[in-house]
């Protein structure tokens, strides 16, 4: 007698087969590879003539005494000291300087050790790097890099060694240095260069993780609980509107779909997503909900 497969079954496993390198979920996986992300790195930075990588996480969670946990999609340390954190960014929610700001005092923070002196902050410069599929600022460059200068004259740097590098999947036109990272981009927009050595690593890497049961069963785990939550929040939501009033109703279903992104370690920001994508609400209500029904490390709302 064949095993029923669970409801939205193929929903999910559609889902999988459909990711890109732009899904989150992928694009972290892609980058475990570490020789795939060594060369990202040194053809977003080709300054940095990185010759190895110390340390490499993704879906790096990063704990501190602020209310709000982050949760790096690539976070690498070279043999230089040099911090480098990759973002994937495939939304416009109109609040990247800010991210980018946080993201930044929360690194420092998992650098600088209680009792330590802040010039031990000199032996990681960092570089957070965003790769959008979207062009922030307007201007059509393919590359923005944003350094501390003072206002009066723009060579007197702060020269706090923190860089921020921003990427934009929609240019057409590249300078000499941004050549090296223009098929990934165009691979962003799903236009493939097959003539690229390292877009073909890039692509046969997702075939092998699409391939890979432990994988897939993790991410179909997740999809599908997360699948049944949402059902069930909306159904319950249904009754009770019935019952009690749709404004109840649909709090309960709020509820139950951030209870369970919690538990499963969820990013703040993805549960403000997921209230966005589910509930229509508005970014900052979203965040003021999150805020107020998620328990945060050392105890705080």
Same mark, same amino acid.
């Given at each position: 007698?064949? +095993?029923?497969?669970? !409801?939205?079954? !193929?929903?999910?496993? !559609? %889902? @999988?087969? %459909? ?49 709000r946990r982050v949760r790096y999609d690539v976070y690498v340390q070279d043999e230089d000291g040099n911090i480098i954190v990759i973002e994937m960014q495939v939304a416009d ?23 330590? $002196?802040?010039? &031990? ?8 790097? /965003?790769?959008? &599929?979207? $062009?922030?600022?307007?201007?059509? @460059? #393919?590359?923005?890099v944003f350094e501390m200068a003072c206002t009066r004259n723009h060579q007197l740097k702060l020269g706090d060694q923190r860089t921020v590098v921003i990427f934009n999947a ?5 300078? =000499? $240095?941004?050549?090296?990272? %223009? *098929? ?8 493939? &260069? *097959? ?8 692509? $046969?890497? /997702?075939? +092998?993780? =699409? ?8 991410? /179909?785990k997740f999809e599908l609980d997360l699948m049944d939550a949402r059902r069930e929040g909306r159904e319950e939501g249904q009754l009770e509107g019935i019952k009690k009033g749709?404004?109840? #109703?649909?709090? %309960? ?49």
């Open positions: 007698m064949c +095993k029923k497969l669970p !409801e939205n079954y !193929e929903k999910a496993l !559609e %889902k @999988w087969e %459909k990711m890109t390198i732009t899904s989150d979920p992928m694009f972290g996986m892609v980058m475990q590879n570490k020789e795939i992300c060594l060369e990202l790195i040194n053809r977003a930075l080709p300054h940095l003539k990185a010759t190895q990588i110390v340390q490499l996480t993704t879906q790096r969670d990063i704990n501190v005494v602020a209310g929610r109109q609040n990247l300087p800010y991210r980018l700001r946080y993201y930044q005092e929360q690194i420092d923070h998992g650098l600088l050790l209680p009792g330590k $002196d802040y010039r &031990d902050l000199s032996l990681h410069p960092t570089y957070v790097i /965003m790769f959008c &599929d979207f $062009d922030y600022f307007g201007y059509g @460059w #393919a590359r923005y929609l240019a057409k036109e590249f300078t =000499k $240095d941004e050549q090296p990272i %223009k *098929n990934f981009l165009a691979l962003m927009c799903n236009q493939v &260069d *097959n003539k690229s050595r390292f877009i073909t690593k890039i692509q $046969d890497e /997702m075939v +092998k993780i =699409k391939q890979e049961p432990e994988r897939r069963r993790g991410f /179909m749709q404004l109840k #109703a649909e709090e %309960k279903g709020k509820q139950k779909l951030v209870k369970f992104l919690s538990s499963q370690d969820t990013a703040l920001s993805e549960i403000v997503a997921a209230l966005v994508n589910v509930y229509q609400m508005t970014e900052k209500t979203a965040r003021e909900y999150v805020a107020e029904h998620v328990k945060t490390p050392g105890g705080h709302e």
